[in-house]
């Protein structure tokens, strides 16, 4: 048997993992959500990670962490779930718009999805907002940091993925290869 025959010649492009292209992505608007935050802490109260401090506050609470934990301490650990979301969320995004490549109504369906669970989110904001420290910072600022990081993320797999608009078209207007004739 010869060598060739063994082992498949090397792909002539490497294309890279939906896990690491989905972290990639979900970092990149979990960046942007961040600094986002940074920047309308010190606009509107002078002091930086405000935000991320409260957030990290409301989040403590949630899990049932009762001690007095220092600020810095509440930052951390909230802006690693928020990069641990942000990159489940890329993974997940990225494994749609690959299986997409196949069947553009996977797009139609993961909009509707996307819909509900901004809808959700807003909801469970709004209830946060009223029962933990969150309450501090303003819906609208956490569902705008939302809305910044889903629009980050899809510019960021957007670009990866130049055939995504014509999917999406697709999948919107019912036009695909899925679509009843």
């Known amino acids: 048997m010869r060598a060739n025959e063994t082992f498949p010649a090397p792909p002539t492009t490497i294309e890279r993992s939906v896990v690491d292209e989905g972290a990639r992505a979900g970092a990149f608007a979990a960046s942007g959500v961040a600094v986002g935050f940074l920047i309308a802490d010190v606009v509107v109260t002078g002091v930086p990670f405000v935000t991320p401090e409260l957030l990290g506050r409301g989040l403590a609470s949630l899990l049932g962490v009762r001690a007095a934990l220092p600020p810095a301490l509440l930052v951390v650990g909230y802006t690693l779930v928020h990069y641990a979301a ?47 420290a969150t309450g501090a910072v303003t819906w609208i600022q956490l569902v705008g940091g939302n809305v910044v ?3 980050l ?6 670009r990866r993925h130049p ?10 207007r019912g ?6 004739r």
């Open 86 to 132: 942000f990159a489940l969320l890329g993974v997940a995004a990225a494994a749609v718009l690959r299986t997409a490549r196949r069947d553009s109504g996977v797009l139609a369906g993961a909009l509707l999805l996307f819909a509900i669970t901004e809808v959700a989110f807003a909801a469970l904001v709004a209830a946060l907002q009223a029962t933990t």
């Open 149 to 151: 990081g889903c629009a």
């Open 175 to 180: 036009t695909g290869s899925w679509a009843v």
């Open 163 to 172: 055939e995504f608009r014509e999917r999406l078209d697709d999948a919107v």
């Open 153 to 158: 993320l899809a510019l960021a797999l957007g």
